[in-house]
Every structure is written in C-alpha cells, then in structure tokens.
C-alpha cells in the first residue's frame, strides 16, 4: 500500500511539473505595469468573445462601472455572465474589443496586480476541511481574529458561528459538506469583505440564501 502511494505520488508530481512548465497562452505583456491606486473604473468596450470559434459567447458587450457603483447582469443560463468576470480577471483574452480598468487595458496590467485587487464569490463556493475560521481567513491570511469577526458579522454569519458549540474552531469537512448550502456562501462572502477588494464580483454568490439575508448582505 505504501509502495503504491509513494508511485502514484512520484506520477502526479511529474505531472505538477510538466503542466508549471506548459506554455501559458495568457501571459503578461513587455512593459505591463501595476493597477494604479485610488478608485477603479471598469470598462467593457465593445467586447467580442468566443472559448470555440463555432460558438460564440458575447457580442459587442459595452458598458462601464463607475468608481462606487454596483451593476446587475441579469440573463439566462449560458449566456456569459460568468464569462464576464473570466474576463476581467484575465483568465481569457477578448476575441474582439476591449476592457479597461482604471484608465488602462487590462493586457496592459501585470496580472498579480489586477488578480490582487479583484475579490469574486463564485456560484460554487471552494471550502477547506479545516476550521471556520481558517476558512474565512483565507481571504486574507494576516488578519486578526477581530478583523475575520467583523467579516464575519458582514456576512450575516457571526451569529450562526457563536451558536456552535466550537464556534470558529468548527470543522466544515470536505468541501463544507458539514454546512449547508446558504452557510456555505456566507463564509465564502465574509472571505471576500475580509480581503476588501477595490472590485467585488458575486457570481450568484446569494442564490442559496433567504431573501430577507439576501437583501440584508448586499445592504453591507
């Protein structure tokens, strides 16, 4: 069994390593520069974008998200909203057009600088089996205790915790399989607000919760 293990460790490490080694075909430009500071204004000008040619995902998508404001996108399953935040975090390129944050084209900004100031709540919340508090903390690592709290109370979820007997000792399991569904995405919210990003993007991040939690989040 040992001897087993150890063999399929070695194979998946040489496949760790040749995939680090692969070409990334999104990569940063010569001369990419950090996302200036102050407040951020998103741009989405005329975008094109398509994972295959035979089936295009978005077309000729434009608006612009002011410093401060919130903005919906609203529209049926598979029609590219999620695609939208792929997008701005450069995980793709645009086939056509062009997106802008803070004056400047995103193939123009160093990745780590435009990732680092993105916070985003997918539709399926990522948990480690490992404690509340570990969780939550994960959005930023060198907060305090106090700091994962008020996260935590921003996420309508401080009182649910203080209820358990271990409070943020408690374990989630794997993949949080010891919350539920609405639990679950508010302690991936309260990561997010812990990190205080200067973009926050929720991908149907409040589709498992109550509307009256619903409206009393997206109020903090």
């Known amino acids: 069994m040992v001897y087993r293990g150890i063999k399929q460790a070695l194979a998946d490490l040489d496949r760790m390593f040749r995939l680090l080694g692969a070409h990334r075909e999104v990569q940063d430009t010569a001369g ?15 975008v094109d974008f398509f994972y295959e040619k035979q089936r295009q995902i978005l077309f000729d ?17 598979g029609s590219g909203k999620s695609t939208l935040g792929r997008l701005l975090y450069r995980f793709y390129d645009v086939s056509g057009g062009g997106i802008v944050v803070g004056a400047i084209p995103v ?10 100031a993105i916070g985003i709540v997918p539709q399926d919340t990522v948990l480690f089996n490992d404690t509340i508090l570990y969780n939550i903390r994960y959005g930023r690592p060198e907060a305090s205790d106090a700091e994962v709290i ?22 989630v399991g794997e993949r949080g399989l010891k919350l539920s569904g609405g639990e679950k995405q508010r302690v991936a919210i309260a990561r997010a607000l812990l990190k205080n990003p200067r973009i926050l993007i929720f991908d149907e991040a409040t589709s498992a919760l109550d509307s009256r939690a619903e409206k009393a989040i997206q109020a903090e």
């Open 32 to 46: 990419a520069v950090p996302l200036p500071s102050g407040r951020l204004e998103v741009e989405f000008s005329h």
């Open 61 to 77: 998508v434009s608006f612009t998200i002011g410093a401060g404001q919130r903005v919906a996108v609203v529209g049926h399953s």
């Open 107 to 116: 193939k123009n900004l160093k990745q780590a600088s435009l990732r680092g």
């Open 150 to 171: 008020e996260a935590a109370r921003a996420a309508h979820i401080h009182d649910f915790i203080d209820s358990l007997p271990n409070q943020y000792s408690t374990q």
